[in-house]
């Protein structure tokens, strides 16, 4: 990856967004596509990232995330905690480890609040159950790479005891992938949520403006934040910012929730928007070039921790779960998935949640409904977990 860290250290500063940062909001990808010469889209850039650098840099970390679900952190690594929420009597059970979105927001994306909680819900299965909780970057990590977040993920697996089901949500999806394709003896069954696997399956808003803009576009936001994307700066393009209305579409509130529980749940949406995180330059550019423009994953051209990705070594039980209304991920691009592996037909999956992309992680309906599921999915034995 020497092209990608001599990009972003000749040149000057820098900014960005994963899959996720500028990638993953929508709001910000429509300035970007009001831009359509490649010079006048960096001088735009150069613009904005100069009125909001000082006050990103400021604010790097929003609020601090509040995770619902008591837990200890097991792990600390360079590029995450992990968090375990495990009872101590459960300290020998098989393990299940989410691998969170590493994006705009915080992991806690995966315990947001009573109800509308994924550890929550996959808790009551039993078993033990931890989280990638990935740190925001600092200067010193702006170098990281998608290998250095791979390794980081091979020692927590490590430390959960493979084999492993292992969860992977939106961003967090194709790592995991990644991962069960290069460690497939460590991971017993996989789930994958919301997560852009082949990019030419199907197009949303995020894969068509990724193919649209000029890859130095992207090399223009890393200079603009000194080798990070800054996710303070990046949020504070959100116009217009979500409404009452659609924070209760998001959430999927009923219509009968209380006043005082609608207005605490609102208030608590926005504290979790407001606790960004920072992304390594490099990463962030290996993941606009290879996995949105070019694609490499799906063609089997992607290179991992110094081999090829074969995904016809994942033969995992395999669960696909996708967003109907997802602004980012269209859902054949993860359905997809079940034509790239070499999971048996019988094995696969596969469910669709009427929803946006965030309900399909903080949707009361949704975690009533599919998460529950995944949980019994996961809990079954090996050979009837496809006809769960």
Not at 74 to 79: I, K, M, N, R
Not at 270 to 288: C, I, M
Not at 330 to 344: G, M, Y
């Amino acid at each position: 990856m020497t092209d990608i860290k001599d990009a972003a250290s000749e040149r000057a500063p820098a900014a960005g967004a994963d899959a996720g940062v500028a990638f993953a909001n929508p709001f910000l990808w429509s300035l970007f596509a009001a831009v359509t010469a490649s010079d006048a889209a960096a001088a735009f850039l150069r613009d904005i990232a100069s009125s909001l650098l000082e006050a990103g840099a400021a604010a790097e970390h929003g609020h601090a995330p509040c995770w619902t679900t008591p837990n200890r952190i097991a792990l600390e690594l360079p590029t995450m905690r992990l968090r375990d929420f495990s009872a101590p009597a459960q300290a020998r059970a098989p393990a299940t480890l989410v691998c969170a979105p590493f994006a705009l927001h915080c992991a806690d994306i995966a315990d947001f609040a009573p109800g509308h909680s994924l550890v929550e819900t996959l808790l009551q299965r039993g078993g033990r159950l931890l989280v990638t909780d990935w740190r925001s970057a600092t200067p010193v990590m702006r170098y990281l790479s998608i290998d250095s977040y791979l390794a980081d993920l091979n020692v927590a697996v490590d430390e959960a005891g493979p084999p492993i089901d292992l969860i992977g949500l939106c961003q967090g999806g194709w790592l995991a992938l990644i991962y069960a394709a290069r460690f497939p003896d460590k991971v017993r069954r996989l789930v994958l949520a919301g997560a852009p696997i082949d990019i030419a399956a199907g197009q949303s808003r995020l894969s068509q403006l990724s193919a649209d803009l000029p890859f130095d576009v992207f090399e223009e936001l890393v200079r603009a934040g000194n080798g990070l994307v800054l996710g303070q700066a990046v949020r504070a393009l959100w116009t217009p910012m979500l409404g009452a209305q659609a924070i209760d579409d998001v959430l999927q509130l009923p219509r009968d929730t209380a006043p005082a529980a609608r207005v605490a749940l609102e208030q608590r949406f926005r504290e979790w928007d407001a606790a960004t995180v920072n992304l390594p330059g490099a990463y962030y550019l290996e993941v606009v070039r290879d996995i949105f423009k070019g694609n490499r994953l799906a063609k089997g051209e992607l290179v991992a921790l110094g081999r090829k990705v074969e995904l016809s070594q994942v033969r995992h039980p395999l669960f696909l779960l996708a967003a109907r209304d997802d602004e980012l991920v269209h859902p054949q691009q993860l359905f997809a998935a079940a034509r790239l592996v070499a999971t048996p037909a019988a094995e696969i999956e596969t469910a669709t949640e009427p929803c946006s992309h965030l309900g399909l992680f903080l949707g009361a309906g949704s975690v009533a409904r599919h998460w529950r599921r995944i949980a019994q999915w996961l809990a079954a034995p090996p050979a009837q977990s496809a006809a769960a």
